[in-house]
């Protein structure tokens, strides 16, 4: 029986008993199913009214406030349910939801914990406290508990949360295992390729990342992130034509994606076509004037253009918006250098090995504006460095080569 079927059936009953709460209750239930969360609260909130006694219409209506994101409620109508049956492992499991999506990981993990002790065989409870430690960062735990969902339960949706904590971990071999095993669960999981595609992308493997993002492509056509996704891969893989192309139909679909602008902007960029690549930040800056990343890499591509003084503005700007990024002092800093201005970007390169202090490119770019200051003791320091931090950096390869030639 569907839950339109549920939902006829019940309000023929309650037209013919207008105080049956049970019928209020299995109605609310399957507007639950179907994701009509406002009548769901409406007709569990009856069935309440007739019945304060029903934990099960406080279950209901709970999960109807946690899908409608009042958290709140959902915690309060949980725990009346469990104070009206206290051994309910559903009910700490749900309350448990709520919780970990409040962002109250703890009482999450405390929720699930006590389902688990009720029921040592429930798998949805493993794989949400799974959820809770591996959003907290406890990744080792959080493995744990997939894996006995998992003997429990296998489903593809817990392989692919595994394999996302094991990526997380550095451990890309086992996340490609698991969302391949996902996907031979379910073949048209499009998480699974979008994951094992993530996953593969940490091991260069740019082919199979575009081949996984395509094909979650052929299962989800308008999905403007996937051909976000694949256009990054294609960039990496130096094909800056598809990469463009993917980054526009992305725009086409979502017209205010203020990533798919940058991700564009950057592809151009690589390709040597600054202006379009100016006019695509430009863009992005304009749909949110407070993404430091934007003005970044417009600062590198003015940069690249020999226009300093834009450059140094948009650094600037973005430094404001985000100080603790040594990406942008770097930038600004070589902007500052090839201007002659050598004090000021050795500041700023400065910042950058403040921030990040195994920043190779940081090291490198200081011992630049140091060699053009002509103070060679300290480019001579910060070369070395950089080599010992990138032995295969070949700015910092070459500047030793020059630096040696001249007797430092």
Do not use: W
């Not at 920043?359 to 070395?384: E, H, V």
């Amino acid at each position: 029986m569907t839950g339109i079927d549920t939902i006829a059936d019940c309000t023929k009953a309650i037209q013919l008993d207008p105080n049956l709460a049970v019928a209020y209750n299995n109605r609310g239930r399957a507007y639950n199913d179907i994701g009509d969360y406002d009548r769901a609260i409406a007709d569990c909130t009856e069935a309440i009214r007739l019945n304060p006694n029903d934990a099960n219409a406080y279950g209901n209506r709970g999960f109807a406030y946690n899908k409608k994101k009042d958290y709140g409620r959902a915690i309060a109508d949980y725990t009346q349910a469990l104070r009206l049956t206290p051994n309910n492992a559903i009910a700490y499991s749900n309350r448990g939801d709520a919780y970990c999506n409040k962002g109250d990981r703890n009482r999450a993990i405390a929720d699930y914990t006590e389902a688990l002790r009720l029921d040592p065989n429930f798998a949805t409870a493993y794989n949400n406290r799974g959820i809770a430690y591996s959003e907290g960062g406890d990744y080792d735990r959080a493995i744990a508990d997939y894996t006995e969902a998992i003997r429990l339960e296998p489903t593809a949706n817990i392989y692919n949360n595994r394999g996302s904590v094991y990526r997380d971990k550095g451990d890309y071999d086992r996340a490609i295992a698991d969302h391949t095993s996902a996907i031979q669960l379910d073949p048209n999981d499009i998480n699974a390729y979008c994951g094992r595609g993530y996953a593969y992308s940490f091991k260069y493997e740019y082919d199979r990342v575009v081949a996984d993002y395509t094909e979650a492509i052929r299962l989800e056509p308008n999905n403007a992130g996937i051909y976000n996704d694949r256009g990054a891969a294609y960039a990496m893989k130096g094909d800056y034509d598809h990469a463009i192309a993917d980054h526009t139909e992305a725009i086409r679909l979502n017209p205010n994606n203020v990533l798919a602008y940058i991700s564009r902007g950057n592809a151009y960029s690589d390709k040597g076509d600054y202006d379009r690549a100016i006019a695509d930040h430009t863009e992005a800056i304009r749909l949110d004037p407070n993404d430091a990343n934007a003005y970044n890499n417009r600062g590198y591509i003015y940069r690249k253009k020999r226009d300093y003084d834009r450059a140094i503005a948009d650094c600037t700007e973005a430094i404001r918006l985000d100080s603790s990024d040594a990406i942008a002092y770097n930038n600004r800093g070589i902007a500052y250098a090839l201007k002659g201005d050598y004090d000021r970007a050795i500041a700023d390169h400065t910042e950058a090995i403040r921030i990040d202090s195994n920043d190779a490119i940081a090291y490198c770019s200081r011992g630049y504006a140091y060699n053009l200051k002509g103070d060679y003791p300290q480019a001579r320091a910060d070369i070395n460095h950089a080599l010992q931090l990138d032995p295969n950096y070949q700015i910092a390869k070459n500047l030793d080569a020059d630096l040696r030639q001249r007797g430092y």
